[in-house]
């Protein structure tokens, strides 16, 4: 018995790894796919989670009673789901749609690496403090995994593996690099370079003003790339939650 335990703990631990390499494969190979998958996502789970969150919120600041089925609570919901889902579906394509194939590759694996990371996360939290994965996931992992993905990002352009480009770059992409009429890879890929660009302006600042250590720390927070963590979020709390119903069903 305990050996099949293990058994099936392997298998529920390959399944893990398979789901997040196949999440992290259809960003980087079909990302208008991946934006949708994630708008979807963030708004069936956003919308779950926001009526409950509203029914103890409104008590709180009422002091009454919300009812279950209330249509006020559900139309709040659905509306904030759909921003959220919105700004999501935004992030992921703008995340994995460019033309540098090399730079996409490496954005995956960094979203693997991180995505795994909030799988994790969320199962301690469910066996050492009994949390509720999806509610922990959504509302509370998305500023930490963004840090980590925009740490990630960071590292390989000090490593020189992600480019770091001038203003050079920027206006020969506007001008030589776009179509007529571009795609959206090629405005992505614009916005990226400039985005880059900027990040890389206020990290100069920041250490003239505070030193190299911290400006690196604050050009990680305050980096564009710290929005993606409500893209791992929603995958984080999916697979996290199958996960931890596999794991309750084996033991």
Do not use: C
Request: charged share 10%; proline share 3%; hydrophobic share 60%.
């Amino acid at each position: 018995m305990i050996i099949l335990r293990i058994l099936f703990n392997g298998i529920i631990m390959a399944a893990e790894l398979a789901a997040i390499f196949a999440v992290s494969w259809l960003g980087y190979r079909h990302p208008y796919l991946f934006a949708g998958l994630t708008a979807l996502l963030g708004f069936l789970l956003g919308t779950r989670l926001e009526i409950a969150r509203l029914r103890n919120e409104l008590n709180f600041y009422f002091g009454r009673t919300v009812a279950r089925a209330s249509l006020g609570v559900a139309l709040v919901a659905a509306s904030e789901a759909t921003v959220k889902a919105f700004v999501a579906g935004l992030v992921a394509l703008l995340m994995f749609s460019g033309t540098d194939q090399t730079r996409l590759l490496y954005t995956a694996i960094v979203f693997g690496v991180v995505l795994y990371a909030g799988s994790a996360i969320l199962r301690r939290l469910t066996i050492s403090f009994a949390a509720v994965p999806s509610r922990w996931g959504f509302f509370r992992l998305a500023p930490p995994l963004g840090l980590l993905f925009s740490l990630g990002l960071s590292l390989l352009v000090m490593a020189k593996l992600l480019p770091q480009p001038s203003l050079t770059d920027i206006v020969t992409h506007a001008f030589a690099g776009m179509a007529a009429v571009p795609s959206i890879d090629q405005v992505s890929e614009l916005l990226y370079l400039v985005k880059q660009y900027v990040d890389n302006f206020i990290l100069l600042v920041l250490t003239g003003l505070v030193g190299e250590r911290l400006a690196l720390a604050l050009g990680i927070v305050l980096s564009v790339n710290a929005l993606s963590g409500f893209v791992i979020a929603v995958y984080a709390v999916v697979i996290a939650g199958v996960v931890y119903r596999l794991e309750e069903w084996n033991g």
